[in-house]
């Protein structure tokens, strides 16, 4: 679950890390007040919307006063930055950039630990950095048993500064930081970027946080500020109704039964070129009711321009499932290709039933995988 800048940077400060106060404002009046209340010469107006990118979309704008601020304010709400709508700006006093760091917790499943990532060249081009020269970023892996104790935060620390009196700074903020993304059952704790001001201040000014989904019945404040996205939705729909919807933004819509099954089905669609719209895990039920259901959340993608259905038959029997396809789609009518592949328990007797109708059928996944990608290509 993502939240916003706004919400981070308070999480922050409840842990007494360096952050400015802040205004959140959802008009142009509201900025104004903000503006007269922080009492400063240079502010900054940002939008808050779940994704990065915002500088570059001129969502983060610098006013020396009101009237620059009236009309940044006006420009940035209801703009369009990637697809999100900007419906609210923070207000912040602007400081005096020395200097910019990239500092993160981060979850690793290769190591199976919290990484804390840090680079001396922090802002808006730190995914750059990382394409670039992955050398700038330095990982640290976390022991969980033993977490960030001294020795190790000024060990991070010295990464970044080299003197002293910042080093015990960062010391500090490393071990807060670390202990905000413990205690909040935190995916990513990222500040970036951490500051050194003109005036020698180390300030956290941009602030990112992700949660577990699964351990937020353990923070009811923090999921009360989940606000979903389309696809979101999309998703809390599906597992309302019994099966898993994962929305990836490919071309071939995916319908499976099995998790397992369905990432191999994803990696047969690369395989042969094409990209999956979607991972998809109907479970194992033949009952035409989910079909539809799951057929409806996938058409209901317009990116979709093939639909995939792999289904292995084990106590589920494929003639069961070929039924239950052919009573779905008597209800659904779509001219969006379909690939079917049946195979497991009365394989043969499933692909019998489904023989001259309008489906595409294949007999190894392969061949399904094959034929999905050019339909798609095609279609």
Known sequence: MKIHEYQARELLASYGLPVD?????????????AYHELDAPLVVVKAQVHTGGRGKAGGVKLA???????????????????????????????VNIASEYYVSYVIDRKSKSTILMLSREGGMDIEEVAHNTP??????????LIGVPDYLAREAAFKLFDDIKQVREATSIFQKLYKL???????????????????????????????DDNALYRHPKIAALFEPTEEEKKEQNAKSKGFSYVHLG?????????????????????????EPANFLDIGGSSNPTKVIEAMKLLLSDKNVK??????????????????GLLEAFNQIKTDIPIVIRLTGT??????????????????????????????????
Do not use: W
């Open 135 to 144: 050398e700038k970023i330095h990982k640290i892996v976390i022991d969980p």
């Open 181 to 211: 993304f413990v205690d909040t059952d935190a995916s990513l704790a990222e500040i970036n970027p951490l500051v050194l001001t003109e005036e020698g201040q180390i300030k956290a000014i941009d602030a990112k946080m992700t949660f």
């Open 306 to 323: 093939v639909v995939l259905i792999n289904i292995f038959g084990g106590i589920t029997r494929c003639d069961d499932v070929a039924r």
């Open 250 to 274: 490919g071309a071939i819509g995916c319908m499976v039964n099995g998790a397992g099954l369905a990432m191999a089905t994803m990696d047969m669609i690369k395989l042969y070129g094409g």
């Open 21 to 33: 106060k802040a205004y959140i404002c959802r008009n142009v009046d509201d900025a104004v007040r």
């Open 64 to 94: 020396k006063d009101e009237i620059e601020l009236r009309q940044h304010a006006a420009n940035i709400l209801g703009m369009d930055i990637k697809g999100f709508i900007v419906d609210r700006v923070l207000v912040v006093k602007a």
């Open 346 to 379: 009365n394989e043969k007797e499933g692909r019998e039933l489904l023989q001259g109708t309008k489906f595409h059928l294949a007999e190894t996944m392969g061949e399904a995988g094959r034929k999905a990608v050019e339909l798609a290509v095609s279609y």
